[in-house]
């Protein structure tokens, strides 16, 4: 997750409705799959697990866009990486083409440039996730200089060294309310990288590894093995599209939520690694259309044609049913949102950290694919990709129910 927002800022989304314990068809003892039904029990080694019998049928709220940034007005983003609602009334925007940390109020009015690209205390070189802490400041992950740069309340700037070995598109961390910063990592678990090229089964084990600037101790998280296959090109590596993967989001305030994308289950670990809570929700996986499926060989065909192309058997590689899942999201309250496709659009279900429903975001507009979207204070902020691959911000208001 690139943005991860601390609890101090008021969320203002009141939706604690249809919670577990408030359910009509709540039972303690079993797993009642009617649809509708919730099930609630603990295990013997004392974890909760909540079951859904179905995907909840509602609340749903329908948004629409009520901001723009980066359409017209002469703004232009090269490649969004971050996003970040500062202090309820600014929204900042890291792109990585440009290598700068831009300001917008939330009438999408342009307010400057915060960082830009050079050698600096303020300054970046290629910055892929911004994140806030608890006090108000924001980090940035300056990935092309090994360290992450903060900037306080007040102004002042710090820098801290920050070595994680890899790349990741996006920065899938943040810093916790202990002041710890974390960073999702994988490593394969063969002795010996593959030398062979095309189609390529393996398995990646998954972390969330840590470092505490006060004391210099690294340590890591364990959050799953996953499975797959990839594309092997002579210099570079290519996913297969629409294979199922491990979706993954740390809350600030000592959690971390992790999923398959296969599969509608939510786990819940400490930040010491134990399960906390599962989350069950009975969900079918839509079949891949003939039009999905051309599209996503396109898509790979279309990079591999300038990246030494390599033979591949789409009829074995390409999975016969989507993801169900496409991203988690924590917002300011602890709130875990898991986006996934209702008839063509985006959707997001809500959940507390304890497991219970609090309703479904239904936005008018798409997002786009490889950026989650961000939840905090009164707004739902995400990537907008047009035809021409253009990208820009799109957000909503949330609704304020119960207050």
């Keep these: 997750m690139v943005t991860i927002h601390a609890r101090g800022r008021a969320l203002g989304l009141s939706l604690l409705i249809g919670s577990v314990l408030a359910t009509s068809c709540t039972t303690q003892h079993g797993t009642d799959r009617r649809p509708g039904a919730v ?5 013997v080694s004392g974890i909760t697990r909540v079951t859904y019998g179905s995907v909840p049928r509602g609340p749903i709220f329908n948004l629409t866009a009520d901001l723009e940034i980066g359409r017209g007005a002469g703004v232009v983003f090269g490649d969004i990486r971050g996003i970040a609602l500062a202090g309820d009334s600014l929204v900042l925007v890291l792109d990585y083409q440009a290598s700068e940390l831009r300001a917008f109020d939330l009438s999408g009015a342009d307010r400057g440039v915060v960082m830009s690209k050079g050698e ?15 006090h108000g400041g924001y980090w940035i992950n300056d990935h092309g200089r090994f360290r992450l ?27 916790t309310d202990d002041g710890r910063i974390w960073t999702a990592w994988s490593h394969g678990s063969g002795s010996q990288p593959s030398r062979k090229l095309g189609l390529v089964s393996g398995t990646s084990r998954g972390y969330y590894k840590s470092f505490d600037p006060a004391t210099g101790t690294v340590d890591s998280v364990f959050v799953g093995e996953t499975t797959g296959e990839s594309i092997v090109l002579p210099r570079a590596v ?3 599209p629409l294979q199922s993967k491990r979706l993954e989001v740390l809350d600030p305030a000592g959690a971390i939520w992790t999923a ?17 809570l599962v989350v069950d929700v009975h969900a079918d996986a839509a079949s891949v259309s003939p039009d999905e499926r051309r599209e996503a060989i396109a898509s790979v065909e279309k990079y591999m044609a300038g990246a030494n192309r390599v033979a591949v058997d789409w009829e074995t590689a390409l999975p016969e049913r989507k993801p169900i899942l496409q991203h988690l999201a924590v917002d300011d309250k602890g709130n875990v949102w898991v986006q996934r496709e209702a008839a063509g659009k985006p959707v997001l279900d809500g959940y507390t950290e304890g497991g219970g429903f609090l309703g479904t975001l239904a936005p008018t507009y798409t997002f ?25 911000v799109i957000g909503s208001r949330l609704p304020t129910l119960g207050g």
């Design 149 to 175: 740069t903060h900037i306080l309340p007040g102004g002042q700037v710090e820098t801290v060294p920050f070595f994680v070995p890899g790349f990741q598109y996006l920065w899938d961390g943040g810093v």
């Design 39 to 43: 099930t609630v029990d603990t295990t």
């Design 238 to 240: 290519v996913s297969v």
């Design 368 to 392: 786009y694919q490889y950026f989650p979207p961000v939840i905090c204070g009164h707004w739902l902020l995400a990537v907008h990709s047009d035809s021409l691959d253009v990208e820009s």
């Design 120 to 134: 600096g205390p303020r300054e970046i070189e290629t910055a892929n996730g911004v994140a806030l802490d608890d």
């Design 260 to 276: 398959m994308s296969d599969r509608y289950r939510l786990v819940r670990l400490s930040l010491s690694g134990d399960t906390l």
